[in-house]
């Protein structure tokens, strides 16, 4: 569709708007209207240890020693991994992984398993997305003689762990340039590292007779796992993301296009997928089954392993929802008694901790206040917990801190989530601590919370070009929020819940159009309860993110509803 001169303007107003609402200089509005890694991406030697972790690797390359990549079971874990194994194997050198059981060996490298790797001939370990605080790990391999590289983007303490390379952009000591990008994913850091280890080697001459890693190709795994891990999606992450959609849409590799039909998407992935239809199922591998298969999937070039892994992979995830739904009910139950608690600190015994985090994640939006979720086990005294905060609350910092105080067996994180091993005796003097170090941190966050909006208009403005302009500002999501839009003023038209608790609105205002909003999981809020009751007579403004609604035979804009307010 073409636009005349006064709906082109138009358009180009709306998403300088937006872009300027979100942080950016008016003269720098060119530059993330489009983003690209070209505008975006800074020296990979700008990181410590990055020259000497590529230096290392490269070394392993031309000395065919063999390599083993030990990540996470989580989404960013998985698509880390599997990025350096394909750069690994592209290169030509042999690259094992492992990946730890999350039940019966928790996060992070164990010592006993990298000493267990060396002894098979391993004499260089990369781990992905952990290991920044492991140090008696990290101290075992040194003396067992094996070489670690750490890539991870999770806080670091002062002090850190014995490694042959560090590459983490939240080191202490980090300049400034390399801290700003404190925000990327560990697949973001594995990306800069695969593209000093191409630099390193193309200076020696190795590419004389062979031919380059395509590193534009792997950005469909960057993507992936920035928006899984819920990373911040400005400057160099906003630029993967988009670019990277760009390289998921043309299924070029084998495990992501089987991930996409098995989600049942029958269009290209958009940024929201990645986190609600994709990502959740290389995650249930990790949570309730076997922590190896996001991995094999994403490394795979078997069509019909890939087609297996991944149908396994959402028959895993539907376990993992309903493992879910009883967690967060025993979870909900324990609210009434957590009083004026700034943390929600919520523990129990046979909780499956494949799902606290999830579970955690919940319960932060219920309360609107960071959440801990902990699966105890009586066995050995002690817990497992996943942690989920909110805007301006540092919750990994407040978890090292819990560690460094003795509250802790073990712990880490960063801002918005974190991890712990806590002991049973600790739980009430874990919470206390927690709510000195974070009460008065959450008390702000909450009172400056608001909803901020980018434009207001009647219910014939909303329409799918209207959606189609303001997705062309993002990809969105943390610290890049997609526009708000208020409609108003509307008279109720129909109020009611459907599915299990949805709120499904229609709405029709002065000028004579009519909007269709959904408000998910809602059905229990006091503006579910205001709209269901008291939508006789009286006239609203509803607020929330317009979207495409396709179930239709002819796509229409609808609003995802996240507030209400009376007009008159």
Not at 27 to 51: C, G, V, Y
Not at 145 to 161: N, Q, S
Not at 282 to 311: K, Y
Not at 354 to 361: E, K, L, P, S
């Amino acid at each position: 569709m073409e636009l005349g001169p006064s709906a082109a303007g138009l358009e180009n107003d709306i998403l300088t708007q937006l872009l300027l609402t979100r942080g950016v200089a008016r003269e720098d509005i060119a530059r993330h209207s489009k983003p690209t890694l070209r505008d975006f991406l800074p020296d990979p030697s700008e990181f410590r240890d990055m020259d000497a972790a590529a230096e290392r690797i490269a070394q392993a390359v031309l000395s065919a020693e063999t390599i083993t990549v030990y990540g996470d079971y989580d989404v960013d874990g998985a698509t880390s991994a599997a990025l350096m194994i394909r750069v690994l194997r592209d290169l030509g050198a042999k690259a094992n992984y492992y990946i730890p059981d999350r039940l019966l060996e928790g996060y992070g490298p164990s010592g006993e398993a990298l000493v267990r790797l060396a002894e098979e001939g391993s004499s260089l370990i990369i781990t992905v997305d952990c290991g920044a605080m492991a140090y008696e790990a990290l101290e075992q391999a040194r003396q067992a003689g094996v070489d670690v590289i750490v890539v991870d983007h999770h806080k670091c303490a002062a002090e850190l762990p014995s490694a042959a390379a560090l590459v983490n952009p939240n080191r202490l000591d980090e300049n400034d340039l390399a801290s700003s990008h404190g925000h990327l994913a560990a697949v973001g850091v594995a990306f800069l590292l695969a593209i000093a280890l191409v630099r390193g080697l193309r200076g020696l001459g190795y590419f004389e007779n062979r031919v380059e890693p395509d590193l534009m190709a792997l950005l469909d795994l960057v993507a992936l796992g920035t928006v899984a891990d819920v990373a911040a999606l400005h400057g160099l992450n906003r630029a993967f993301v988009a670019q990277g959609l760009k390289v998921m849409a043309r299924r070029d590799r084998i495990g992501m296009a089987a991930l996409i039909d098995a989600s049942r998407l029958n269009r290209a992935p958009q940024c929201s997928d990645l986190g609600f239809a994709l990502g959740p199922r290389i995650n249930a591998g990790g949570r309730v089954g076997e922590s190896t298969l996001g991995v094999r999937l994403l490394t795979t070039d078997d069509p019909d392993e890939a087609r297996a892994i991944a149908e396994q992979l959402s028959t895993l995830n539907e376990e993992r929802r309903a493992i879910e739904a009883g967690v967060q009910e025993a979870a909900e139950a324990m609210l009434i008694g957590q009083g004026n608690r700034a943390v929600q600190l919520l523990a129990g015994s046979g909780w499956h901790p494949g799902v606290i985090g999830i579970v955690a994640g919940r319960i932060k939006e219920k309360t609107g206040k960071p959440a801990i979720v902990i699966a105890l086990d009586e066995a050995d005294g002690t817990g497992k917990g996943s942690g989920r905060s909110i805007s301006g609350v540092d919750l990994g910092a407040a978890i090292i801190a819990a560690r460094e105080q003795g509250l802790l067996v073990a712990g880490g994180g960063h801002a918005m989530a974190a991890g712990l091993t806590v002991e049973t005796g600790n739980l009430e003097a874990l919470a206390e601590f927690l709510d000195s170090r974070l009460g008065q941190d959450v008390l702000r966050a909450r009172e400056n919370q608001s909803l901020q909006l980018d434009l207001a208009l009647a219910p014939g403005g909303l329409t799918p070009s209207l959606v189609e302009t303001l997705d062309q500002a993002g990809p969105y999501g943390v610290g890049w929020p997609g526009p708000r839009v208020a409609v108003g003023p509307v008279r109720i038209i129909k109020a009611d819940i459907v599915g299990k608790d949805h709120l499904r609105v229609i709405a029709a205002g002065d000028d004579g159009r009519s909007l269709k909003a959904i408000a998910f999981r809602a059905a229990e809020t006091e503006m579910a309860q205001t709209l269901l009751h008291r939508s006789q007579g009286r006239r609203f403004h509803l607020a929330g993110r317009a979207k495409i609604d396709d179930w239709g035979n002819r796509p229409q804009a609808e609003l995802h509803l996240e507030d209400a307010a009376f007009a008159d």
